[in-house]
């Protein structure tokens, strides 16, 4: 496996400081910082394809021990983790949420609260997985919708993943969340496609 050395910007790509968004790249409604673990690549992106398709719990374990051996100094004190949500179908079908399992264990290791009453998913759309670099750039619109906004105005939330290719769906997630009053919202994911 290989693991970031360095953090890059959520916005470029390129290395940053302490994981935070360069001041030139921020926006609005843009993620403030991205913590990524490790490279998305084998045998990470095998033991991904293990929780995701094979329905392997074992390796759910195994990424949240790579998460806490290699959480950055750099992490800010967030005030809660929000996994990013399924589509109710999606998820009877598959029998849970890779993400929300992930977080869960993190938020429970870490002593941080995990929230997923917060995001939900409207819309049943193809897995970005399946989509090309191209496709997914232009999915705008993954159907979030934001409920409780009395729960997280002011806070800083991580919002949770297992990888990350193209940053949308983290992107499109932490838009909804600072339209509705959070101060700074961060992709947390395992792996990132650099």
Known sequence: ???????????????????????????????????????????????????????VSDAVDEIVEIFLEHWPSYAPKFDMLIPIPMHAKKQNIRGFNQAQKIGEKLGDQLKIEVRTDILRKTLETAPQASLKLKERKMSRNLGFIYVNPEKIRGKIVGVVDDVATTRTTLQLAGKVLKENGVKEVWGVVFAHRF
């Open 1 to 55: 496996m290989r693991f970031f050395e360095f953090s890059v910007c959520p916005a470029c790509d390129h290395p940053t400081l302490g994981g935070k968004t360069h001041e030139v790249c921020r926006t609005p409604y843009g993620l403030d910082g991205l913590i990524a673990i490790a490279q998305y690549e084998e045998p990470v992106s095998l033991l991904i394809k293990k929780v995701k398709y094979r329905y």
